[in-house]
């Protein structure tokens, strides 16, 4: 992970670098919230 941003109005987290798609998704799925991701510019993001 290069780095990550929490945009909490638009409940949102973008992570960046070089990770697993899944493992990041499936992370982030134990709080909860719903996830997906999306790849911009080369870039996967959760």
Not at 4 to 24: H, L, S
Request: no cysteine; charged share 25%; proline share 2%.
């Amino acid at each position: 992970v290069e780095s990550y941003d929490v945009d909490m109005k638009e409940q949102k987290v973008t992570v960046r670098g070089n990770v697993q798609p899944d493992a990041v998704l499936q992370t982030v799925s134990k709080t909860g919230k719903t996830t997906s991701f999306w790849e911009e510019g080369g870039n996967v993001q959760a």
